[in-house]
């Protein structure tokens, strides 16, 4: 329960311990044996990913999705890439139960992030959840206080934190760089084309209710007849998702906390609708286009806004120093701009040199989940601390369930600190 957390435990910043490490009396030539739930999009690359990241130190032993069409192409990868036959499942507690696994991937759709997790740790496996940590805020200091209790490992899939880029960013601005920094502006704009519309990805046609398990898909969630769409396009619907603020917002908030030392916004106001997608057949509930205000203590102010109907200016964190600017934008490049002040910038700002980094070229890097995948199996070994534990995946998760709240009830929402609770102003 969420009072069940210390106080000033929860508001500490991100490098937080998730405690020593774990797999004990390993033999030097043993592997972790890893369990992967959910081989869908971000989970079938993901098999790619570990490979890269931890070639000598894991095997997957088993995966589990309730698809079964994602499975066959799961298992044909698995012998490509890894030139192995894990063991496969439909129902992720039999994975569970598997002995041969002692850590788990979980990628499968938001409302189900919960259940998984929880049951993981109660197995004794070690977890990497992808965000959102969880589907409401209640759920995630859950998941939170289930890893305290448990002592494993666990990794929230904000893989920003990884990013040697934003790391530079992150040094920079402690080293003074920008000055003191009260205003970032954050967005994520997309476009398609309109016989294309955003997050109506391909039904694969063979899909039906059987081999996708509808009841298990389900879960928690509300029953309904069977309905490809929310199957495949889970996105797009509430019962299984916060839409912009969870599955986007999350990673740009989680960024803008690590790189300025920040965790939870004091308030939230969001706004915005469906604007560009509304053709009358399309029955989405979440907006696709949103905006969100938030301040945080300590004189902050984030300005976060999101549109799937022009893409022109791309993905991006503009760190808004009094001194400087600092922008990282596409997860490709890092620019520093002093501010000029007219003409009358004191020598000490004057002297700083604008600076541009590209992701790939000076850092061999195009994106953190590798390194935060190998982040993850380093510490399960033992060997370092996972760099996006519960704690901080969910002092994320609660800015995008709080712009949520605030956009279904059209009201600022505040952060109680001393009660871990949210209220409306
Ligand atoms: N970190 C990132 O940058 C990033 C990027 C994309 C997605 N994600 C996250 O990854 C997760 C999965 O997203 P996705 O885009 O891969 O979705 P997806 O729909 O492509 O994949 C989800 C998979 O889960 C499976 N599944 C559904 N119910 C299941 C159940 N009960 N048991 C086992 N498997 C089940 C589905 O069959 C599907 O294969 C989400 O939490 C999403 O937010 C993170």
Not at 54 to 80: E, H, L
Not at 86 to 106: Q, S
Request: charged residues 20%; aromatic residues 12%.
């Amino acid at each position: 329960m969420a009072d069940a957390i210390n106080r000033r435990d929860f508001l500490k910043a991100a490098a937080i311990a998730a405690g020593p490490a774990v797999i004990a009396a390993r033999g030097a030539n043993e592997k972790i044996n890893i369990g992967w739930i959910g081989v869908g999009t971000r989970g079938y690359a993901g098999l790619d990913w570990l490979h890269t990241a931890s070639p000598d130190d894991v095997r997957i032993t088993a995966i589990c999705d309730t698809y079964q069409g994602y499975i066959a192409r799961a298992k044909d990868r698995m012998q490509t890439i890894w030139g192995s036959a894990p063991a496969a499942y439909r129902d992720y507690r039999d994975l569970l139960a598997d002995k041969n696994v002692d850590a788990v991937f979980i990628m499968t759709p938001e409302h189900l992030h919960h259940e998984m997790t929880i049951a993981a740790l109660k197995a004794g496996k070690h977890v990497y959840i992808e965000k959102p940590l969880a589907h409401t805020i209640e759920e995630g200091f859950d998941i939170v206080h289930a890893a305290e209790k448990s002592g494993k490992v666990v990794q929230v899939g904000t893989q920003n934190r990884s990013s040697t880029l934003y790391q530079k960013a992150k040094e920079l601005v402690e080293k003074g760089q920008i000055g003191e920094v009260h205003f970032v502006r954050a967005f994520w704009y997309r476009n398609s084309l309109p016989n294309d519309p955003a997050w109506r990805y391909a039904i694969p046609p063979e899909a039906t209710p059987q081999n996708t398990d509808w009841g298990r898909f389900l879960g928690p969630a509300p029953k309904r007849p069977w309905s490809a769409e929310r199957y495949f396009q889970w996105r797009l619907y509430w019962d299984y998702s916060g839409g912009i603020s969870t599955d986007l917002l999350v990673h740009q908030t989680d960024i803008v906390n690590y790189m300025l030392n920040k965790t939870v916004p004091k308030s939230c106001v969001a706004s915005g609708g469906i604007y560009r997608w509304t053709d009358q057949n399309d029955d989405r509930d979440v907006p696709d286009t949103f905006s969100a205000i938030y301040e945080y203590p300590g004189n902050f102010h984030i300005n976060y806004s999101c549109y799937f109907g022009n893409d022109h200016y791309g993905y991006g964190e503009q760190l808004c120093g009094n001194e400087g600017t600092i922008e990282v934008m596409n997860r490709q490049d890092l620019y520093f701009t002093p501010e000029v002040f007219r003409g009358k910038a004191p020598d000490n700002i004057k002297s700083r040199q604008p600076i541009h980094l590209n992701g790939k070229n000076d850092f061999n890097e195009s994106d953190g989940a590798i390194n935060h995948f190998r982040n993850f199996i380093q510490s399960v070994l033992g060997h370092e601390k996972p760099i996006a534990p519960p704690l901080v995946g969910q002092q994320a998760a609660i800015s995008g369930h709080m712009a949520t709240l605030s956009f279904k009830n059209q009201k600022k929402v505040v952060w109680d600190e001393a009660a871990n609770k949210y209220h409306f102003a």
